[in-house]
């Protein structure tokens, strides 16, 4: 424990010139129209829906936090992740064990009853083999009834809103300006951050994410020793259809 009360920030296999390095600085002025507090009442939902109680665990792309604050106040066991230092750095709970580190290697030996992951995380692994890496250190970190809840952005969700996430803005003295745009042949979803920092320096960060058909998420399980028990239309518990814009999975171990 830090002399303050904040635990000590672990970072591992952290590379640099990681997307959030500066979007970072105005990420929660960029999300203030999400309700944390309904998304954490539909994760708490799935949770206690697979009837484990009091269960371990361990968030990744956690972000700034928000959604680990709200589920922190209900479970007792949680470790936080991202691999973003900068955006740990500025997590709203502090108190909570924070640990930075690729998705696709996560370096914890423990295992949790539940792993989770928010806001389309696994679309920014941009190839197939990165995913079925992904699922497998997922599958190393479950217990023997734990399991794997992540939702994944359609291609809906990009066809219908790339052009409503261009827009400008100012937070805290950064000026950003974001273009977003979907490559419909190369299913990639880019959002580009044209930033000024309060001391006038510009900087330019580029995101991208890859739109995925649901199936390559049914294939990926199955190659990593996993199985998709539910894929749900997100914040429901209706089966995923044509007309999702994400979906909701809840993935298992095969053994």
Not at 50 to 64: A, N, Q, R, Y
Not at 137 to 143: A, D, G, I, M, Y
Not at 225 to 232: A, I, R
Request: aromatic share 12%; net charge positive.
């Amino acid at each position: 424990m830090q002399p303050n009360g904040e635990k000590k920030l672990r970072v591992k296999n952290y590379m640099k010139n990681l997307p959030y390095k500066y979007v970072a600085l105005f990420y929660s002025h960029l999300m203030e129209s999400i309700d944390y507090s309904v998304w954490g009442e539909y994760l708490a939902d799935l949770i206690e829906g697979e009837g484990i109680k009091h269960p371990s665990i361990l968030e990744l792309s956690s972000g700034l936090g928000n959604l680990s604050d709200i589920l922190s106040k209900k479970y007792r066991k949680i470790i936080c992740s991202d691999n973003s230092l900068d955006m740990l750095l500025n997590f709203k709970n502090r108190k909570l064990p924070l640990i930075c580190f690729d998705m696709r290697e996560i370096p914890i030996r423990r295992k949790f009853d539940v792993v989770l992951s928010t806001f389309d995380s696994i679309n920014y692994l941009l190839t197939y083999k990165d995913i079925v890496k992904h699922l497998k250190s997922v599958k190393n970190s479950l217990t023997k009834n734990g399991f794997y809840t992540f939702d994944a952005s359609l291609e809906l969700n990009s066809t219908k809103y790339a052009k409503l996430l261009n827009r400008k803005g100012e937070f805290e003295g950064v000026q950003y300006r974001q273009r977003s745009f979907y490559d419909i042949i190369k299913k990639i979803h880019t959002n580009k951050f044209e930033i000024t920092l309060p001391d006038g320096k510009k900087i330019q960060e580029t995101h991208r994410q890859k739109i995925y058909p649901i199936e390559t998420f049914f294939k990926a399980a199955e190659e990593s020793g996993l199985y998709v028990q539910d894929c749900f239309n997100c914040f429901t518990f209706d089966n995923v259809n044509v007309k999702s814009e994400r979906a909701q999975f809840i993935l298992r171990r095969i053994d």
